[in-house]
């Protein structure tokens, strides 16, 4: 699904009415509608209660007052309390707040003037509250009456219920303004935005529905959008059950390189990760004196022995064969459990520029890259990389701080720069294209905060761009069926407990429900 910033929607909104020539009321109509419908499905008494419907001036209070109007006829029992004079209320809210007075609906009029807690008794005196006081165009902290208003009403633990966006929200960041309304569910139009998907403002939002209110496709497909939230529906349309006659060696030959002393593990999990996405062909080049243990514990994957250092690492010695094998060959996945030894280091650095298929590269290779970027620009195969934020700090000479007050910004900057596809990993994954492409991963759990997880990741990731895939899908399929099987094998059992080999079997249940959608 596309996913916007506040001022992108703002820009849809406005060519549908003065290019398409849909009016704006009809558009506030549809969204009250839509909202209308949903929030009777979140509170399924919503209608025999006492609803509060507290609005702005703007278009969100509008939105506010057809919901009012709509909740009033159908027999509820609905107050509006509205935080601005009718003279600061104008175009097609203003039109729906004069139908609210023609139709009897009790309308207050906040007077600043007089008592909070005399006034602040319409909205707390109630069963629900309809959030409609500041909408997706705030851009600045909330203060004043607002502030006052949105802590109180936070204070109250009642249900709240918030019209395109919890107020005070920033709707293109996730960023929280000051204050912002804590939400049951949120009703937004026309498509999610990114604040809504994002910490902290995911926590705010409650649970998300996009109500459609009718911007035509074409003003979707006019505007060039290239953000994506990951959900089953979409990545579905990338992936079709294999024909029949397939064999190995049609399905891709994934290439790890992996593995050190006290470290097999890593090179276990990317290679059982490769083949469980469908690599028909998985070979692992692991330090000699570890290819015994590897080899029991990896029975359908290949192993081939490299020189290694006096640490049991790879050794740069190695560089030759590793080249030579890799012809022909799909994918390479390469840095999980390697070491920082000096002479892996050489290994590294000296593979990137020759490597001749697409790479993975994670952990310590992206360890090792942090300080030659310049071998990024040397590479002549397509690259990714998949950071978690401590690694993606390395990466930019920055905080982790940084990072995740900016994960969106810093991925989508990093991958046009230097020219790779780049995997934010954590809460809410971050993939970032360098033509622009960005998206946000929907699934995982927080069960898979455990070692291994990247380790998986990694191979499954390789797994699908050595089946063909081009980077910037594989790297979406590879995190979100990734995230779904962890979903799959412990969401709604535990919050923990979770082992990265746990969810290997899960994997094919969720590809086939790609492949089936």
Known sequence: MLIVTASEMAQLDKKTIEEIGIPGIVLMENAGRGAAAFFQQVVPELLNGRISVVAGSGNNGGDGFVLARLFHHLGAAVRVVCLRPPEKIKGDALINFRILSKLGVPVFVWDETKSFDDQFKWIKETDVIVDAILGTGLNSEVRGLFRKIIDAVNELKLPVLAVDVPSGLDASTGKILGTAIRAKATATFGLPKIGQLVDPGEEYVGILKVVDIGIPKLVLESNNLQRYWLEEDDLSSWLSARNSATHKGQAGHVVVLSGSRGKTGAATLICEGAGHVGAGL???????????????????????????????????????????????????????????????????????????????????????????????????????????????????????????????????????????????????????????????????????????????????????????????????????????????????????????????NEIPYVIGNLERC
């Open 282 to 504: 998985v070979t692992l080049f692991i330090p000699a004196s570890l290819n015994p243990i590897v080899e029991i514990k990896l029975t359908e994957m290949m192993t081939i022995p490299i020189a290694e250092t006096k640490n049991q690492s790879p050794a740069d010695a190695a560089l030759p064969e590793i080249l030579n094998f890799l012809e022909g060959k799909q994918a390479l996945a390469m840095g999980p459990g390697i070491s920082l030894h000096p002479d892996t280091q050489a290994l590294v650095k000296g593979l990137l520029p020759k490597v001749p298929c697409p790479m993975v590269l994670d952990a310590d290779a992206l360890t090792i890259l942090a300080d030659h970027l310049e071998l990024l620009d040397e590479t002549k195969q397509p690259l990714i990389l998949t950071p978690h934020p401590g690694e993606m700090a390395r990466l930019i000479h920055g905080s982790v701080r940084e990072v995740q007050q900016n994960r969106l910004e810093i991925a989508a900057e990093f991958s046009q720069k230097h020219a790779v596809t780049l995997v934010l990993k954590g809460h809410r994954s971050v993939i970032a294209a360098p033509d622009g492409r960005l998206a946000i991963n929907s699934s995982g759990n927080p069960a898979m905060a455990s070692g291994g997880m990247g380790d998986t990741l990694t191979g499954m990731i390789a797994g699908f761009l050595g089946q063909g895939f081009e980077p910037f899908k594989a790297a979406c399929l590879g995190v979100f069926v990734h995230g779904a099987a962890a979903d799959r094998r412990i969401a709604k059992v535990a919050s923990r407990g979770l082992l990265a080999s746990q969810i290997l």
